[in-house]
């Protein structure tokens, strides 16, 4: 146990994170955890649960040197194919520049209106 708000545990081939993020989404959400789990050295699963204050959209941001390609529910930048079964809505855009003015892509994946979530996205290398 890290503190009261993280927990992590793992070995050699598989992992389990879990941090309590409802502080930084104060005024927000009541109530958010952000938990990320691999059981092999192939893929790994973010968990997103949680409360908004009032109904909305939840918004997955990802970044990546490597432009997202996809549609719908599966998405691949560069050797990572991502899958978001909750996933209404996506964009993607060359959005910023590294130290190094390479380009900067980002996916964001868009839940439907909702207040409380349970939210499971799956990456598995390609």
């Known amino acids: 146990m890290l503190s009261n708000a993280a927990e992590a545990q ?3 081939t ?3 994170a879990s941090l309590d993020l409802t502080p930084v989404w104060k005024g927000s959400m009541t ?9 092999d050295l192939e893929g790994w699963t973010v968990e997103d649960e949680g409360e908004l204050e009032r109904e909305g959209c ?3 941001f990802l970044q990546s040197r490597h432009p997202f390609t996809g549609s719908g529910h599966e998405w691949t930048s560069g050797k ?6 909750w996933a209404e809505r996506a964009d ?3 959005h910023l520049v590294d130290s190094e003015f390479r380009p900067i892509y980002r996916l ?5 209106v ?3 979530f349970a939210l499971k996205t799956e990456f598995t290398r390609g």
């Open 92 to 94: 993607t855009a060359e």
């Open 14 to 16: 598989s992992f389990r």
């Open 114 to 116: 909702l207040q409380s």
């Open 10 to 12: 793992g070995d050699e």
């Open 31 to 39: 109530r958010c955890r952000r938990s990320i789990s691999s059981t």
């Open 108 to 112: 964001r994946l868009w839940s439907g």
């Open 80 to 85: 990572v194919r991502i899958k978001a079964p």
């Open 58 to 60: 939840v918004v997955f």
